[in-house]
């Protein structure tokens, strides 16, 4: 069974441009989820989808994240316009039924240097 | 609002002796833990997680780790560490608030050295 896959695997851009992440969960599971870790500090919740529903995106830090997950499958994460403060490591994760007892299946994450 | 604290940004700790990565938690309710790895150039790792029962949970690569209810902590362990456990290690709690969604709020980290 594959695990979570993100795309790429690191993305340098500078000021002003726009980038997208792309995150592909675990086949079957329904609850995906978007964290990032900034400059060494703990790893933050972003948002959560249920299927192609936002159940939760009280993390996102600004109206400059768009996430989408169109046909309940694989999500995407653009950040436009890039500033400084959003480099970090973005993790994807996949649960099967997004309650409090489940187990989150990460992606390898997705590291963004903005210059 | 419920957090999760790793008081050491490093342990060191020598090949075949025990290991102890801290871990406290401050919950509303009953906290459901989880701890994480990271080796270098990978993503997160699930290695176990307590949601009832037993105190001690076994995980994965021979950890393990112990709830206690009374000191608010899930520190993890190892009888005995490998060079390959040398990586960063995450503990979580899940946020089981109003709306049970599981979203998982982390720790900083605890960066695990251990020396040949």
């Known amino acids: 069974e594959a695990g979570v896959t993100q795309f790429p695997s690191h993305s340098v851009i500078e000021k002003g441009q726009t980038v997208t992440l792309r995150c592909d969960p675990i086949?079957?599971?329904?609850?995906l989820y978007w964290y990032r870790r900034v400059m060494g500090k703990e790893i933050k919740f972003l948002l959560h989808?249920?299927?192609?529903?936002?159940?939760?995106e009280s993390g996102m830090p600004n109206n400059r994240f768009l996430a989408e997950r169109t046909g309940g499958t694989y999500s995407t994460l653009k950040v436009q316009p890039a500033e400084l403060e959003d480099s970090g490591v973005y993790f994807c994760?996949?649960?099967?039924?997004?309650?409090?007892?489940?187990?989150?299946?990460f992606g390898p994450g997705t590291r963004l240097t903005v210059l | 609002a419920q957090s999760v604290a790793q008081p050491e940004d490093q342990v060191n700790v020598a090949e075949g002796n025990p290991l102890t990565v801290k871990c406290t938690y401050s919950v509303s309710g009953n906290p459901y833990l989880f701890w994480y790895v990271q080796y270098p150039n990978r993503g997160l790792q699930f290695l176990l997680k307590?949601?009832?029962?037993?105190?001690l949970v076994k995980g994965s690569y021979g950890f393990e780790a112990e709830f206690n209810k009374s000191q608010t902590s899930f520190h993890l362990k190892k009888p005995s560490a490998l060079v390959s456990d040398s990586a960063l290690y995450f503990c979580?709690?899940?946020?089981?608030?109003?709306?049970?969604?599981?979203?998982?709020?982390f720790g900083q980290g605890t960066t695990l050295q251990v020396k040949p």
């Open positions: 989808f249920v299927k192609e529903s936002k159940q939760d």
């Open positions: 307590y949601i009832t029962g037993d105190n």
């Open positions: 994760a996949s649960s099967p039924r997004g309650i409090s007892t489940d187990t989150q299946y």
């Open positions: 979580a709690v899940s946020d089981h608030g109003s709306s049970n969604t599981g979203k998982l709020i």
């Open positions: 086949s079957g599971h329904d609850n």
